[in-house]
């Protein structure tokens, strides 16, 4: 496969005589894709049932006329002001039971069924119009599904549909008192149109009532996209994609993923590192203008399996953005590394957001590839050059890993809704191993729990996994569970059928319990009875055979996930440096500010070493 770059463009945004010259430069760039439309519903249909495609139209002639391949949207992520007017109880309700409003974006409840046929209406006519338009080759669904916390909604319309879920779920009232375990405080119901949504309770809801709630929530995402993907896969032979984002766990993505036919996410490593990742100061200090080294693989790796096998880089931070706390800017080298990165992991696709930087509204201050004067960003010459340098490697196959990590949406439900400490974060938590494995060197892939089988792997990582399917307890491949791996019903109450610790304990920050002077178990400690051959220094188990698999008793730190991943498989530790084996190529990926070493070859500061049978070819 070789790969290809892309750009996110609003011609919506800019005056018409400028179509012409911009797809012309794209083109130079090296650019062959271009995506459009996604948050146009106003200017596609200004007054409800009263369109204009006359600009869409002839932006697409333009594009697709100097040779660029369209990505088309659906609008839905922004509808329009009229859509209130006609619906005011499409916006979705926080947690306080207040309405979010119009004004941004992503402000629609995913239950509202009005506001679901009319994004299918807008699919349809769209699709009717371009679904077999040769210049149309791919469709995106959306924008982001869950980005600014939006798959949880507190509304009347998902009150309802909830009680229908659970109806459908549990059968009658009788089983769902008894699975939710409602005898407790007097929760009981008489009928599913008493139960209402756990929010502004007294103190804590019911768990399962909760868990049960963020398992509706997904479900009304993967609902409401499979109704626009139906429309769509009437009116086109095209790929359907949906671009996911860092870091979203509140709905399956995975479901998402098996109606459609590519995988996309949107990849701000800067952003993201400052805005959402746990990690020290020194390490924040040194990655400030790089991103963290292992989040953009560990998506990568996740949307890779996601999109079952193919998927995109559908917007790649050029330079600044605007929506971290701070937003300092790539180092030189990182906007070419970034998309290096993605092509070793397997993307088809590495899209710019965006062109032009806005010089008006919410994004004015964030970089595109050119300035708002049209002048080239920084960013512009290294996707240049990263268009080049793809002409002169060619093709990349990809495969199989030699090491597996299990990740779980609903894992992440279950301990999001019972934590039991602070610091206990199921993403964390996979993120850390999936950290550690790279450390040492790993290629990795990421499973879900439904995959029909983990073997052919030499390690297979299930942390905080809350039920163990039946293939992944048969499997052939070594596997190291746990911590908190297998403990819990599907109704989130304690699993009596299976062997439980004595007793679990969840730790504040600053307490770390020394385990051998290999590092420390933190944030989270299980005892149990069982033998172990690695001790906490107070005497309690670490790693315990349970039901003959090895189970992780405690939450490791950095320096014992080292310590414990090395006694389990032998690759060579990549020190700072990230390795991506794919079958033809390997690829050294360098995030420091510094020179290092791989074998003998010098891996510079934000750049990376390509090798192909032992010869460095980039
Ligand atoms: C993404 C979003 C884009 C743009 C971008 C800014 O989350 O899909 O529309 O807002 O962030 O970084």
């Not at 894709?33 to 200004?46: H, K, M, T």
């Not at 019972?418 to 206990?424: K, R, S, T, V």
Request: glycine share 6%; hydrophobic share 40%.
């Amino acid at each position: 496969m070789k790969p290809e770059l892309g750009v996110c463009y609003y011609p919506e945004h800019w005056d018409e005589t400028l179509w012409a010259k911009d797809a012309a430069r794209m083109v130079e760039t090296g650019i062959t894709w271009v995506r459009i439309a996604e948050f146009s519903w106003s200017r596609l249909e200004p007054v409800a049932g009263q369109f204009n495609f006359d600009w869409l139209d002839k932006a697409i002639g333009i594009l697709a006329g100097h040779g660029l391949r369209i990505v088309m949207c659906t609008p839905t992520a922004t509808p329009p002001r009229w859509m209130i007017e006609r619906y005011p109880d499409v916006l979705a309700v926080d947690a306080d039971g207040q309405p979010r409003k119009f004004g941004s974006r992503r402000h629609y409840c995913f239950s509202h069924l009005g506001f679901r046929s009319e994004s299918v209406r807008i699919a349809q006519i769209l699709g009717e119009r371009y679904g077999r338009d040769p210049r149309v080759h791919a469709w995106q669904i959306d924008n982001e599904y869950g980005c600014h916390d939006t798959v949880i909604s507190y509304s009347e319309p998902a009150r309802i549909a909830f009680q229908g879920w659970c109806a459908q779920r549990y059968g009658d009232i009788e089983t769902l008192n008894e699975k939710w375990g409602n005898v407790f405080w007097s929760m009981e119901y008489n009928d599913f149109d008493q139960i209402d949504l756990p929010n502004l309770t007294v103190t804590q809801p019911n768990p399962a009532h909760e868990l049960a709630f963020r398992r509706f929530s997904s479900d009304q995402v993967v609902a409401y996209n499979r109704a626009q993907a139906q429309v769509l896969r009437a009116a086109t032979d095209t790929p359907l994609i949906h671009n996911y984002m860092g870091r979203i766990l509140e709905f399956d993505h995975f479901e998402i993923g098996a109606d459609l036919d590519i995988a996309s996410w949107d990849s701000y490593p800067i952003g993201f590192l400052s805005d959402r990742l746990e990690a020290d100061d020194a390490h924040k200090a040194r990655y400030l203008q790089q991103g963290d080294p292992d989040m953009q693989a560990f998506h990568h790796d996740l949307y890779r399996t996601v999109g079952k096998g193919r998927w995109w880089v559908m917007e790649q931070q050029p330079g600044p953005v605007n929506w971290a706390p701070y937003n300092p800017a790539p180092l030189t080298g990182m906007v070419r590394l970034w998309t290096w990165e993605a092509i070793a992991h397997g993307a088809e696709v590495v899209s710019y957001f965006r062109w032009r930087q806005a010089p008006f509204a919410q994004e004015q201050m964030h970089a595109g590839l050119l300035t708002p004067q049209d002048n080239p960003a920084p960013g512009m010459a290294e996707a240049a050059q990263v268009a080049h340098e793809i002409a002169q490697i060619g093709d990349i196959t990809q495969a199989k890993a030699t090491v597996a990590l299990v990740f779980d949406y609903a894992s992440d439900w279950t301990w999001t809704t019972l934590p039991q400490g602070a610091d206990f974060n199921y993403f964390r938590l996979v993120f850390e191993a999936y950290k550690a494995l790279r450390r040492a060197g790993h290629t990795v892939d990421i499973l879900p729990v439904t995959a029909t089988s983990f073997d052919g792997y030499d390690l297979v990582l299930a942390p905080g996994l809350a039920q163990v399917p039946q293939a992944l307890k048969t499997t052939k491949s070594t596997t190291l569970l746990g911590p908190r791996t297998g403990l819990v019903t599907e109704e989130l109450g304690i699993d009596t059928q299976c062997d439980q610790p004595l007793f679990s304990e969840s730790l504040p920050p600053a307490h770390k319990r020394p385990v051998q002077d290999l590092g420390h178990v933190v944030h989270w400690q299980e005892t149990w009875e069982n033998d172990s051959t690695l001790h906490t220094d107070s005497g309690a188990p670490v790693l315990i055979t349970r039901d003959g698999q090895n189970h992780l008793t405690g939450w490791p730190d950095a320096d014992l996930w080292d310590a414990i991943i090395a006694r389990h498989t032998n690759t060579a530790p990549s020190g700072d440096l990230r390795i991506r084996q794919t079958k033809d190529h390997t690829f050294v990926i360098n995030y420091t500010n510094e020179t290092q070493q791989y074998e003998t070859h010098d891996i510079g500061p934000c750049d990376l070493g390509i090798f192909k049978n032992n010869q460095r070819v980039l």
